[in-house]
């Protein structure tokens, strides 16, 4: 982790849904299912990513390690949404005026500023459809924000995709609350799975994203696959 600052995969034609990649949602049988007809290439996941994508794989790879964060001459807030901000702004995006017209945390700005213009990965010209390079990653419950002691904290976390692979695999950028700006992992094909054994070592499949502090709410969910809600292509808007 850690975010303190899904309508994910639906595939109707096989009678499976499996809305945000967690488990308790589906059985075994129909997650056994949904994988036995569905690949990498069925989901899009190698799509050639334009150039505006591009620019922000690029402009990520950049922050990552920052200190500071100052893009032409605006300092934005070392958090999670002040590094995407940053990111969009060095990729020649700049989403601070459209930003500032919405209110409340900035983890639910951004998401408002998608959904407000169809560009969610659940909702949008593709419903359903797997992260891409250069989205804004969304999570759920990443951490204890009411203090409630109960499971209700919607919109508490993001971070900028940057590269998605055949297996599901992705790597995103993102604010760490004690590392800084790093690159972590999520696989929402494997949602379960935190780390695997390959002939190189051990590979972290799914980071963890929900404080350590508040696991003991809902101990089962706590990878970054478990509190994934959404991702938003802010790239294709007209800000």
């Known amino acids: 982790m850690i975010g303190g600052c899904a309508s994910g995969l639906n595939l109707p034609s096989w009678d499976v849904q499996f809305p945000d990649a ?67 702004h060095h990729a020649g995006m ?20 998608a959904a407000d213009k169809g560009l969610l990965a659940s909702t949008g010209e593709q419903p359903g459809r797997y992260p891409a390079p250069g989205d804004i990653i969304f999570w759920d419950n990443t951490y204890d924000r009411s203090r409630s002691g109960r499971w209700d904290d919607p919109l508490t976390h993001a971070a900028i995709v940057l590269e ?9 950028l993102h604010y760490h609350y004690t590392r800084g700006i790093v690159i972590e992992h999520m696989n929402l094909l494997e949602p379960e799975v935190h780390t695997t054994s390959t002939a190189a070592g051990t590979v972290v499949v799914n980071s963890p994203m929900r404080m350590r502090r508040d696991r003991y709410i809902q101990p089962e969910s706590w990878l970054a696959s478990h509190l994934y809600r959404d991702a938003g292509a802010l790239y294709r808007g007209d800000w």
């Open 22 to 88: 967690r488990l308790e949602q589906a059985s075994a049988t129909e997650v056994a299912s949904w994988r036995s007809h569905t690949n990498a290439a069925a989901l899009g996941l190698l799509k050639e990513p334009g150039p505006k994508q591009t620019a922000i794989v690029a402009a990520g790879y950049d922050l990552v390690g920052a200190r500071r964060l100052k893009i032409e001459g605006r300092v934005y807030p070392l958090d999670c949404s002040g590094t995407i901000l940053a990111v969009y």
């Open 94 to 113: 700049d989403l601070q005026s459209a930003f500032a017209q919405y209110s409340g945390n900035g983890v639910s700005r951004l998401y408002r500023m």
């Open 164 to 172: 998605v692979y055949e297996n599901g695999a992705i790597e995103y």
